[in-house]
């Protein structure tokens, strides 16, 4: 298996050479690094947002946009698919690495893979060994020489050979990144009902684009709505494994009111309400499985 930065770095590549088709903006900081500027600055958009959700993959999962009937509105919905679910979707795409210092961002994508430091990585069989690292970056603010620094001490290597890919939460570009985490949810919460990650043959997941909010806060907020609301999960998988029913969101209101409810405070929320709305298990040469179920009508109130 090719290191995953190194499939991120030819999709960076082709990003650069395109930019302006993509409606993204390209920078160099003193240190060196690049910037993508996929939707904070630059306006981004569906292409950008497919771009950032490539990248944040390593290049294992395809990604494509379709248009569908959502609580009553025509809608853009997103759906990644891949043959390495583990690696793709937990050892890539999962949001692990928090930036808490000057500026505050939320960090996904390969470049996790060359630090190693969270719990997940104890659950794949793969060694990330790259000279460049990328790293996308949910945040407000154009990414600085001390994200940069950080991720190049973290990861082992040259501060010029971080590339930081940067959209805004409240972007089109991050509309289509949270609803294309569908499949990776519905993975994690796989793991955590403890399953095995190498049972795993394929996984796909499917989400409505959520509409761009006017603030970070509420922009997350319609995100977890997407996946948790509107999500649709299919997993092939050799071997039996947890009950579908434990993996489907328990969420019943708008993640906004959740939110609120809980002062924003989301550790103290119960981890059952991040999961997809429904998840499909087939069994090779066994039964197939499915729980939960759509919720338009909580997207209406959450979105309309």
């Given amino acids: 298996m090719d290191p995953l930065n190194r499939g991120a770095t030819e999709i960076v590549d082709e990003a650069v050479e395109f930019a302006d088709e993509y409606g993204i903006g390209v920078d160099r900081l003193d240190s ?95 060694d990330e060994s790259f000279e460049m690292a990328v790293l996308c970056l949910e945040t407000e603010e154009r990414p600085t020489d ?39 949810l519905g993975v994690y919460r796989w793991l955590e009902a403890d399953g095995d990650l190498a049972s795993l043959q394929s996984a796909s997941g499917r989400a409505p684009v959520p509409p761009v909010a006017a603030d970070e806060r509420v922009a997350m907020a319609r995100g977890t709505d997407a996946v948790a609301h509107g999500g649709q999960v299919h997993l092939t998988v050799d071997g039996e494994g947890p009950d579908p029913a434990a993996l489907v969101s328990t969420a019943e209101a708008p993640f906004e009111s959740i939110f609120d409810d809980a002062d924003w405070a989301y550790a103290d929320l119960d981890r059952d309400l991040f999961a997809p709305a429904t998840v499909t298990v087939d069994v090779i040469g066994g039964p197939t499985r499915t729980a939960g179920e759509c919720r338009p009508d909580v997207l209406d109130r959450a979105w309309h």
């Fill in 32 to 126: 060196g690094a690049t910037v993508l500027d996929c939707g904070i600055e630059h306006r981004g958009g569906l292409e950008a947002g497919a771009l950032v959700v490539d990248i944040q993959t390593g290049g294992l999962a395809s990604v494509q946009t379709d248009l569908d009937g959502v609580a009553g509105a025509t809608r853009p919905v997103v759906t990644v698919a891949t043959d390495h679910p583990g690696l793709a979707l937990l050892g890539s795409q999962k949001a692990g690495w928090e930036f808490t210092g000057d500026q505050e961002a939320l960090g996904s994508g390969p470049a996790r893979a060359l630090a190693a430091a969270e719990d997940v990585f104890a659950h794949l069989a793969h």
């Fill in 146 to 184: 001390a994200i940069a620094s950080e991720v190049a001490d973290r990861a082992g290597v040259a501060e010029s050979a971080v590339t930081l890919v940067g959209f805004r939460t409240a972007s089109l570009t991050g509309s289509v990144a949270a609803a294309a985490r569908a499949a990776e």
